[in-house]
């Protein structure tokens, strides 16, 4: 898709905030491009305080708490459809 207007300006946050949202943050560009859910860049508000690194260096993948489900990771919660951002 392109970006949300059609003019030839630079995408700045003081030019066009729009522009400038579509070019840096994936999760604004996925809903303007209809795949909602597509990219989530921001927390979610349920996601908690890390509960297991499970040995491993990834955070996405440490065990977290939830205030939804209990217990979750980052990588879970990327296609959770309970996934609420938190701002």
């Not at 994936?26 to 859910?37: E, I, S």
């Not at 065990?63 to 996934?83: I, N, P, Q």
């Amino acid at each position: 898709m392109s970006r949300p207007c059609a003019s030839d300006h630079p995408p700045r946050p003081d030019s066009c905030r729009l522009c400038w949202l579509y070019e840096h943050d994936p999760a604004y560009r996925a809903l303007w491009d209809g795949q909602p859910g597509a990219a989530r860049s921001l927390p979610c508000v349920y996601l908690g305080a890390v509960l297991d690194r499970r040995g491993c260096p990834c955070p996405a993948k440490w065990l977290r708490r939830c205030g939804v489900h209990g217990t979750c990771t980052v990588e879970a919660c990327k296609t959770c459809g309970d996934y609420e951002a938190a701002e």
